[in-house]
């Protein structure tokens, strides 16, 4: 393998030599190409999907990689190849398993719009991903970046994938001031990188070094937080913002919108040894997935007795819990629901004020909470405390 990464640097080094500079200064040049592959020949990161970088491979572990790091997503990925190894079974797969394989990784529409990718595949390209980056895009969830890195990647096509790492990268190594967050830039650093790549005589074959070069010296080296670790840099001589010392002030990018805070109030119901959950509406935030019954606000005493103040109903406060989305923030109180004793509760759709809700209820066992539903991991705390309430005893010594 080795060897072959050697040869491929030789070659796209020769390739170089035969082509001109353009008039106006590229958005990488040849110095910086050489030394960026020759940099990531000695330190490309080993990761799972890089052993066998077919179509499939590249497409499920960019989509886990969007908003989650790589050593979080490295278990993920091994166990989902293992249950689903092709984009057949994951056309065929069920959503709720889907779902389940996929908890804890968030943004649960990426699942989604797998699975929707994988059978318009199936359906109308033969089972195969198509290689060119307009196929690509047209399917769900696919965007820009996704498609250069499969078509580049898997197909060895001349594509590059430019995702906020890369974009962080080219923004210090120019000392570019363009606003990174408005798409006209990610545009324009896309088409100037190609043209960069094709003066300086990358042979097709050699982008998908090139993006994975980028990716690596992005998450290494060229960080998002914190100082860049400019000193082991094979860019350093020539950045800009590392010779102005300017490495903080790159990539300009305009501040998020602020998030909207919500507040909720969450119910654990136990009764018997079962739990209730809800299935949230198809679409929307964390469609179909399983909760915890929660509404909107927190109830104040005069609320919740009106609700639970019956006799046969225990009320205990549970411990709040904050869980950030991408726009906006949940701010939840919980309570724990029990009958007060022997009793039974059949449901409380009717006590949260939703009516004829109960098709979308379920009462989970401890295996069904911890191996069949999934449950966001926006109530994390909430499902810790339902499984330790529905743990089976130890058996007396
Ligand atoms: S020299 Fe520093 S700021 Fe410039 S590309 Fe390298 S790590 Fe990033």
Redesign the pocket.
């Known amino acids: 393998m080795k060897k072959k990464v050697l040869e491929q640097t030789r070659e796209a080094e020769e390739n170089m030599a035969d082509n001109k500079e353009p008039d106006t200064k590229p958005a990488v040049d040849r110095a910086q190409l050489k030394a960026l592959l020759s940099w990531y020949e000695k330190n490309k990161r080993s990761l799972p999907w890089r052993d066998a970088p077919t179509p499939y491979h590249v497409y499920v572990s960019e989509i886990m990689l969007q908003q989650t790091r790589v050593e979080a997503v490295k278990s993920y990925y091994l166990r989902f190849l293992t249950e689903l190894p092709d984009l057949k079974a994951l056309a065929a797969v069920q959503e709720d398993r889907l779902l389940k394989l996929w908890e804890g990784l968030g943004y649960y529409t990426r699942a989604r719009n797998l699975k929707k990718t994988a059978e318009l595949v199936v359906r109308d390209h033969g089972g195969e991903l198509p290689r060119e980056v307009s196929e690509l895009k047209k399917l769900p969830g696919i965007g820009d970046y996704t498609a250069g890195a499969i078509s580049s990647i898997a197909y060895k096509q001349a594509e590059v994938a430019i995702d906020g790492n890369a974009l962080?990268?080219f923004a210090?190594?120019r000392g570019d001031e363009r606003n990174i967050a408005e798409d006209k830039t990610k545009q324009a650093v896309r088409k100037e990188l190609k043209e960069a790549l094709v003066y300086a005589g990358l042979s097709p074959e050699r982008y998908s070094i090139f993006n994975q070069a980028v990716m690596d010296?992005g998450a290494t080296?060229?960080?998002p937080t914190g100082r860049?670790?400019?000193e082991n840099?094979?860019?350093?001589r020539t950045?800009?913002?590392?010779k102005e010392a300017r490495?903080q002030e790159?990539p300009v990018k305009t501040p998020l919108k602020k998030r909207r805070i919500e507040k909720r109030t969450v119910f654990v119901v136990l009764s018997g040894n079962r739990i209730l959950l809800r299935k949230r509406p198809e679409t929307g935030l964390l469609a179909g997935m399983y909760e915890f019954p929660n509404v909107l606000g927190h109830l104040s005493e005069k609320e919740l007795e009106a609700r639970f103040g019956k006799e046969e109903m225990q009320l205990l406060r549970l411990p709040s819990a904050r869980h950030i989305f991408s726009h906006v923030e949940w701010e939840m109180e919980g309570y724990l629901v029990k009958p007060s004793s022997g009793a039974e509760i059949h449901g409380i759709s009717g006590l949260l004020g939703e009516k004829d809700l109960d098709d979308r209820e379920v009462w989970a066992a401890f295996e069904e909470l911890s191996g069949k539903y999934s449950v966001p991991k926006a109530f994390k705390l909430y499902t810790q405390i339902a499984l330790d309430l529905l743990a089976p005893s130890p058996e007396a010594l």
């Open positions: 962080r990268v210090r190594l010296l080296i060229c960080l860049p670790d400019c840099c094979p860019l350093k950045c800009i913002a590392h490495e790159f």
